[in-house]
């Protein structure tokens, strides 16, 4: 059974005991880990016991066949609820769902995946199992953080100016954890009847981090090639090379957008970045101008298509994604229009 948005949302809220076990899977690893976080809590609130839960990962499980099996046939020494946490690298083998659906198992049993495909034997197999609950985790929307923001501006009595939700809901979304987190900066730094501004908001999300990140990806755009690899280097230790890839790909629509509604009002490249909503950091206007008169919107689909590559080739090459990152950014910078 598959359970999306707000059914999903109710569900993590209350999960069910009647049911065999839980898949999570998606783009998000932050909305990922934090539902994961919450089931666990749900079905072990003694977390003072050990042998209530048991992780196993995609190694752990292909180098020991017969270790999915035990686990699933193992009692729990109380009366409590025993969880098994499957932290997957990668997809369950067709053999292993068999042994999950066939187990009649006392555990409730958790899978923690990434991006499955359709065609995946985990997918297939628990969407059309009644014991079964399949919890797609995607990129949140505008509207999906519009409504998060709203909501935490409720429980602690606080209003924000339009245009300070615009730049929030611009600048977050990839990861649910990396928006919860900074939602939270944001309103931590206000008391109960506040009413947050823009420039507030400003000083805040504009962080070291992300402006580091932002300047990986407009030095890649305005062709500064020789500068990448150190500023590579310095990014990749706060963002995972799943994350830059996310937010080039994001940049990289953007420009395209920007560059249609330039042809569609026949306007300036510097209007079209004056007047685009939600609005972009005003520092970073400079270097937009510079790349929307470097690039074409033929060029930037075929970086797209690069990206979509790549983002496959990290998943295949885990211990290269690092390297094989780098070597994307640096292709795309050397490309000519």
């Given at each position: 059974m598959i359970l999306r948005?707000?059914?999903?949302?109710?569900?993590?809220?209350?999960?069910?005991?009647?049911?065999?076990?839980?898949?999570?899977?998606?783009?998000?690893?932050?909305?990922?880990?934090?539902?994961?976080?919450?089931?666990?809590?749900?079905?072990?609130?003694?977390?003072?016991?050990?042998?209530?839960?048991?992780?196993?990962?995609?190694?752990?499980?292909?180098?020991?066949?017969?270790?999915?099996?035990?686990?699933?046939?193992?009692?729990?020494?109380?009366?409590?609820?025993?969880?098994?946490?499957?932290?997957?690298?990668?997809?369950?083998?067709?053999?292993?769902?068999?042994?999950?659906?066939?187990?009649?198992?006392?555990?409730?049993?958790?899978?923690?995946?990434?991006?499955?495909?359709?065609?995946?034997?985990?997918?297939?197999?628990?969407?059309?199992?009644?014991?079964?609950?399949?919890?797609?985790?995607?990129?949140?929307?505008?509207?999906?953080?519009?409504?998060?923001?709203?909501?935490?501006?409720?429980?602690?009595?606080?209003?924000?100016?339009?245009?300070?939700?615009?730049?929030?809901?611009?600048?977050?979304?990839?990861?649910?954890?990396?928006?919860?987190?900074?939602?939270?900066?944001?309103?931590?730094?206000?008391?109960?009847?506040?009413?947050?501004?823009?420039?507030?908001?400003?000083?805040?999300?504009?962080?070291?981090?992300?402006?580091?990140?932002?300047?990986?990806?407009?030095?890649?755009?305005e062709k500064k090639t020789?500068?990448?690899?150190?500023?590579?280097?310095?990014?990749?230790?706060?963002?995972?090379?799943?994350?830059?890839?996310?937010?080039?790909?994001?940049?990289?629509?953007?420009?395209?957008?920007?560059?249609?509604?330039?042809?569609?009002?026949?306007?300036?490249?510097?209007?079209?970045?004056?007047?685009?909503?939600?609005?972009?950091?005003?520092?970073?206007?400079?270097?937009?101008?510079?790349?929307?008169?470097?690039?074409?919107?033929?060029?930037?689909?075929?970086?797209?298509?690069?990206?979509?590559?790549?983002?496959?080739?990290?998943?295949?090459?885990?211990?290269?994604?690092?390297?094989?990152?780098?070597?994307?950014?640096?292709?795309?910078s050397s490309l000519k229009?």
């Amino acid at each position: 059974m598959i359970l999306r948005n707000k059914q999903a949302d109710d569900f993590i809220k209350n999960p069910s005991d009647d049911i065999q076990g839980i898949l999570l899977h998606g783009q998000d690893s932050g909305l990922i880990n934090f539902r994961t976080k919450a089931l666990v809590s749900h079905y072990i609130p003694n977390k003072n016991d050990p042998f209530l839960l048991s992780t196993i990962n995609s190694t752990q499980l292909n180098d020991d066949p017969g270790l999915l099996a035990d686990e699933l046939d193992t009692f729990a020494l109380t009366n409590d609820k025993r969880v098994i946490l499957l932290d997957l690298s990668s997809d369950l083998k067709k053999e292993q769902v068999d042994c999950i659906i066939e187990s009649k198992s006392q555990s409730i049993l958790i899978i923690n995946a990434g991006e499955l495909k359709t065609s995946s034997p985990s997918r297939k197999a628990f969407e059309s199992d009644k014991n079964f609950i399949v919890i797609p985790c995607y990129n949140s929307s505008n509207i999906d953080i519009m409504a998060l923001l709203n909501n935490k501006l409720k429980d602690r009595d606080l209003t924000m100016q339009k245009d300070a939700k615009d730049l929030i809901v611009a600048s977050l979304g990839n990861d649910y954890g990396n928006t919860t987190s900074e939602i939270e900066k944001i309103l931590n730094q206000h008391q109960s009847g506040d009413e947050i501004s823009k420039s507030e908001v400003e000083s805040i999300i504009v962080s070291s981090s992300n402006i580091i990140v932002t300047d990986l990806v407009d030095t890649v755009f305005e062709k500064k090639t020789k500068s990448i690899s150190r500023l590579y280097h310095s990014v990749i230790d706060e963002f995972n090379p799943a994350q830059i890839l996310i937010i080039t790909s994001n940049h990289v629509i953007k420009l395209m957008e920007l560059l249609a509604e330039k042809d569609d009002l026949n306007i300036p490249n510097k209007q079209v970045i004056e007047n685009t909503k939600p609005p972009i950091f005003f520092k970073r206007h400079p270097s937009l101008l510079k790349q929307l008169n470097t690039w074409n919107r033929g060029t930037l689909s075929d970086i797209i298509e690069i990206l979509s590559e790549t983002t496959i080739e990290t998943r295949k090459n885990n211990d290269l994604s690092v390297e094989l990152t780098e070597r994307c950014l640096l292709k795309i910078s050397s490309l000519k229009n």
